[in-house]
């Protein structure tokens, strides 16, 4: 389902090297932006908040909560 500005959405908990990164939760998207991900592509990224605190994530790792 395509991710609109405003939805509720649903992430994993992301760990790197066996480190817990962030929690899975809860929060809303704020801005969709395109970044450039190889030579010729652009990926998704949503801005997410939750408690106040914002962060990036890529728009296929999250999931649209109706």
Same mark, same amino acid.
């Given at each position: 389902?395509?991710?609109?500005? /405003?939805?509720?959405? #649903?992430?994993? @908990?992301?760990? #790197?090297? /066996?480190?817990?990164?962030?929690? @899975? /939760? %809860?929060?809303? %998207?704020?801005?969709? *932006?395109?970044?450039?991900?190889?030579?010729?592509? *652009?990926?998704? %990224? @949503?801005? %997410?908040?939750?408690? #106040?605190?914002?962060?990036?994530?890529?728009?296929?790792?999250?999931?649209?909560? *109706?």
């Amino acid at each position: 389902m395509k991710v609109h500005v /405003g939805d509720r959405v #649903s992430y994993k @908990a992301e760990y #790197s090297c /066996g480190q817990l990164i962030r929690e @899975a /939760g %809860v929060g809303r %998207v704020v801005e969709i *932006k395109q970044i450039p991900f190889t030579l010729r592509t *652009k990926k998704e %990224v @949503a801005v %997410v908040e939750e408690n #106040s605190q914002q962060f990036e994530i890529i728009t296929n790792g999250i999931q649209v909560i *109706k």
